[in-house]
């Protein structure tokens, strides 16, 4: 069973930075594309950022957020400046085949932006 799990969520304030980290224990890391998906209060699981041999970002965090990979840690990392209250959201991490999450959901870590 494939776990994950993520951690350097907190308080920020706007325009502040956080870094997320994933550790992923999946058998052979460095072959998947990993995404970062975040859930905010009352609303669906959304896809942020994801990293194979290229990296593609949502529209609402290009420019802003920054997702990288150790192959041999088997970690993902997120990296994200100039943060925005509607950034507020509980963050996690997920391998993929193709385009969709296909392990099961860790804990993740939440990330608040308030004043």
């Known amino acids: 069973q494939v776990q994950f799990v993520e951690s350097g969520g907190g308080l920020v304030q706007p325009g502040g930075s956080l870094r997320l980290s994933c550790a992923a224990s999946l058998s052979i890391f460095s072959i998947y594309a990993m995404g970062w998906y975040r859930q905010a209060p009352g609303k669906q699981r959304e896809w942020v950022a994801v990293?194979?041999?290229?990296?593609k970002y949502a529209d609402s965090v290009k420019g802003r957020f920054t997702i990288s990979r150790d192959n041999a840690k088997k970690t993902v990392d997120l990296q994200m400046n100039s943060l925005k209250p509607e950034d507020t959201a509980v963050y996690y991490c997920?391998?993929?085949?193709?385009?969709?999450?296909?392990?099961?959901w860790g804990q993740g870590t939440q990330v608040t932006v308030s004043s």
């Open positions: 997920n391998y993929m085949e193709g385009s969709v999450p296909a392990g099961r």
């Open positions: 990293i194979s041999s290229v990296t």
